[in-house]
Structure formats: C-alpha cells, structure tokens
C-alpha cells in the first residue's frame, strides 16, 4: 500500500507541472475531453485496455484482465483565419451600423483527466473522469449574431464523471452500459427598481442528470466488431426574470390608478451540448498484433440548439424580440485507423472525416462550421517495470483541419457583410500525454 500511494503521488506530481506546461493558450477542443482515438474504447487488445472505453464502448471493459490506473494531461492551440473589418452591428439589434474585427480564436483551458479500470470475477467496473484547469465550469454564453465557431465554443469547460461496466455473457462478446453525469441549472431572478429601496431576488437550482451509454464488442483472435449508442447530453441553462420599473410608474388619470411597467424575460441556453450517437466499428488484426479498422459514427445534429442566449422579451405592451435562427442536420462521420505494435513500442494513428453540421441559418446569423478533416497519431511506450509495476507513457498529437471557405452576405448592412465577404476555416492542434499503470487484481 506505501508503494502505490508513493507511485500514485508520483504521477500526480508529473502531471501538474505538465499541465502547467501546456496551459499555455488558446481554445481545446474534444480531445481534451474524450479522447479522439476511438479505436482504444471500439476494439482493443485484451491486455490493457483504456479507461476511455468507459466513454466510447462500455463493451470493452469486459475483456480487461488487470486493475489500471492511468492520468492524463491535454491542450489544444487553435489558428482560425482573421475575421476583420466586417458589420458587427446594426439596426437589428437597436444600433447604428458599425465596422470591425473579430476574434474567433477564443482562450480556454488545459485539462486532466484519470481514469481507472477494475475487473471482478464477472464483470469488470470502469470509471473516467475530466477536470478542466483553475474551475469545474466555466460558463460563457455570446451573442448569437457574432461569428464563432459553434462546435469548438466552450468545449472542455466543464468536468466529466463517466461511470459504467462491461461484461462478457458470451465467450469473445461483451456487452456494457455507462453513464455520462452532468449538471442543469435554472434560475429565477426578480428585481425591483425604485428610489427608495431597490431590491433583488434570486432562487436557483442545480440539478444532476445523466446520460446512458450502451455498448457491445465481439473480439476473436483476427476480428474485431463493436457498436455503442450515446444518448444526447445537454447542460441546459434556464434563466427567468421579472423586472419591476416601480420608478417609472404612471398615474391613469381618469381612475387615478398607478401603473407599475414590468419587463419579464426569459433566456434558455444550451452551454454544452453532445448530440445523440450511434458507432460502429470493424478491425482486423495481422501478424504481431498489427490492427487496421473502419468506423462509422451517426450524429443527430438536428435537436442542438445553439450554445447562445434566446431571449424572449413577454412585455410590456406585447413587445417581442426574435434571434435568428440556426437549422442542423445530421451526420455521418467514416474513420480509419492503424495500430503497429514493435517491441515495447506502439504507434496508433486514425483519420476522421467530419462534415459540416449548419443546415441553413438566416441572414443575421454568423455560426461557423465547415467540414473537417481530422488526423490523430500517437505513440507509446512500455516500462516492463517501474517501481514493481508495468508503466506506459502514451504521447498524441492531433490536428483538426477545417475547409476553407468565403462566407458573403447579400445585404450591406447584415451582420457579417464585407464588400468581397470574410474567409473561415483554420486549424487546431491538440497535444495531450497519458501514463497508465497496472495492478495486480
């Protein structure tokens, strides 16, 4: 027990002074999240298996034979082209039109995340977790007109506890079930403004949620089959309010009757959202352990709702206000990854093929998206011992590369318009190290 609290300590130490090393700047993407490499938690080899798969493919766990503990650290650096000198406001949101620059390249923060695998005589139990440096969530909603990149806002600003556990009722086939743990929040607010003694109220609740994850794997020695349905994850935000201008009260001067306006809204946003998702994945595996695999993954964009405010004013005198809209469609998402094992070595690398998720969206409106090519590789490498325990060092790099593309708007004064329109696209690099080590059961 002394060892492994002077190991466990050990890896916490390396991993702090790593993830001030990589906080550095910029945004992270889903990599710092979950891991991108979904191979790990599809079809893996028997032998040590990856915490992730408790978020990828609960399946998976059932073929773990040892306890392993592993802890991570990631970043993301972000290089989205320049957005300068275009309409950034006009008579649709109350104000004169006005001219200039944009930055998409919004900062976030690095992360952790740990991960523990712990197999019993029938089932084995899988727990994976995220904290984002400094805060466990950081809320940060926009304006809905202004031009950012949707999929990449606020991603890996809040902490992720995936719990679940994995099976294998029939010999090579596992079957598993996780859960994804969050918060919804709603809050309602009241002010009253007035000369005298102006006031404010607020009641708030925070509530737990979860979202299941179903999974099941097939592994013999040369194939490997595997699918998993995620549920949609949603960390709603409510926000009521009533305001009462007591000091703009009228008198009716025929009843003598005091009118108190009142200004009442309501804000809804989605702060971070995953959309419902089905996986499926094939692998092959060669002579010394080589794997090659396909996969396909099904996104029901269609339900998001924008990680913006939507406000809703109710009155006074039936006034209204309306945002513009955004329409998502879903998507097929193809992927292909390789595993070459060498000695203690193992070198890993997957493509990924993401189209664009905007359907339509109206003029005013300014949410980025393009279609994305994604390159994931990695390698690692295996202490026999350390310490009296088998170590490895896993090392990813990955780089989202979007399209470039001209966005142009026909009306001189929409949000957005420059003469000749303003380019999107850019790319993100994301850089992240995992230690896993072993137990004896």
């Not at 079930?177 to 607010?189: D, E």
């Given at each position: 027990m002394m060892f492994l609290r002077v190991l466990v300590i050990a890896l916490g130490f390396i991993l702090i002074v790593l993830s001030r090393v990589f906080a550095s700047s910029l945004h992270v993407s889903e990599m710092s999240a979950y891991p991108s490499w979904e191979a790990g938690g599809l079809a893996n080899t028997h032998v040590w298996m990856?915490?992730?798969?408790?978020?990828?493919?609960?399946?998976?766990?059932?073929?773990?034979?040892?306890?392993?503990?592993?802890?991570?650290?990631?970043?993301?650096?972000?290089?989205?082209?320049?957005?300068?000198?275009?309409?950034?406001?006009?008579?649709?949101?109350?104000?004169?039109?006005?001219?200039?620059?944009?930055?998409?390249?919004?900062?976030?923060?690095?992360?952790?995340?740990?991960?523990?695998?712990?197999?019993?005589?029938?089932?084995?139990?899988?727990?994976?977790?995220?904290?984002?440096?400094?805060f466990l969530l950081n809320v940060k909603t926009q304006e809905m007109y202004m031009p950012a990149y949707g999929a990449y806002f606020g991603n890996a600003r809040h902490f992720s506890v995936i719990a679940g556990m994995g099976f294998e009722p029939l010999k090579n086939f596992s079957l598993g079930?996780?859960?994804?743990?969050?918060?919804?929040?709603?809050?309602?607010?009241r002010v009253n403004v007035n000369g005298t003694n102006s006031t404010f109220d607020l009641a708030m609740d925070v509530k737990p949620a979860v979202a299941p994850i179903l999974g099941c794997s097939y592994q013999s020695k040369t194939w490997g089959i595997a699918g998993a349905w995620h549920a949609p994850l949603d960390y709603a935000m409510s926000l009521q309010?009533?305001?009462?201008?007591?000091?703009?009260?009228?008198?009716?001067?025929?009843?003598?009757?005091?009118?108190?306006?009142?200004?009442?809204f309501?804000?809804?946003?989605?702060?971070?959202?995953?959309?419902?998702?089905?996986?499926?994945?094939?692998?092959?595996?060669?002579?010394?352990?080589?794997?090659?695999?396909?996969?396909?993954?099904?996104?029901?964009?269609?339900?998001?709702?924008?990680?913006?405010?939507?406000l809703a004013i109710m009155n006074p005198g039936g006034m209204k206000t309306s945002q513009p809209m955004v329409a998502f469609k879903n998507i097929f998402s193809p992927s292909i990854h390789l595993e070459i094992p060498w000695r203690k070595w193992r070198f890993h690398s997957q493509y990924r093929y993401e189209p664009e998720h905007v359907e339509t969206q109206e003029a005013q409106s300014n949410f980025l998206d393009t279609t994305t090519h994604i390159f994931n590789s990695g390698v690692s490498y295996a202490f026999k011992e350390w310490m009296g325990h088998p170590v490895t060092v896993d090392v990813q790099l990955q780089l989202d590369q979007l399209e470039t593309r001209k966005i142009r708007k026909e009306n001189y004064y929409d949000i957005g318009y420059h003469p000749d329109g303003y380019l999107i696209g850019g790319r993100v690099f994301q850089t992240g190290i995992v230690l896993s080590t072993q137990l004896p059961s």
């Open positions: 990856d915490p992730s798969a408790t978020y990828h493919n609960p399946a998976g766990l059932a073929f773990a034979q040892k306890i392993q503990f592993s802890m991570g650290a990631f970043k993301a650096f972000h290089f989205f082209h320049p957005i300068q000198d275009i309409v950034i406001q006009n008579g649709s949101i109350g104000k004169s039109v006005a001219y200039g620059d944009v930055n998409t390249n919004d900062a976030s923060p690095s992360g952790l995340n740990t991960g523990l695998i712990f197999p019993m005589s029938y089932v084995t139990f899988g727990l994976w977790a995220y904290l984002p440096k400094d079930i996780s859960g994804n743990f969050y918060l919804t929040t709603a809050a309602n607010t309010n009533t305001t009462d201008l007591v000091f703009m009260g009228t008198q009716d001067d025929q009843t003598g009757e005091i009118h108190f306006p009142a200004v009442s309501l804000s809804q946003s989605a702060l971070f959202y995953e959309p419902e998702m089905v996986q499926g994945q094939i692998d092959y595996r060669w002579i010394h352990g080589m794997n090659i695999g396909l996969g396909l993954n099904w996104k029901h964009w269609k339900k998001y709702k924008p990680s913006t405010n939507v």
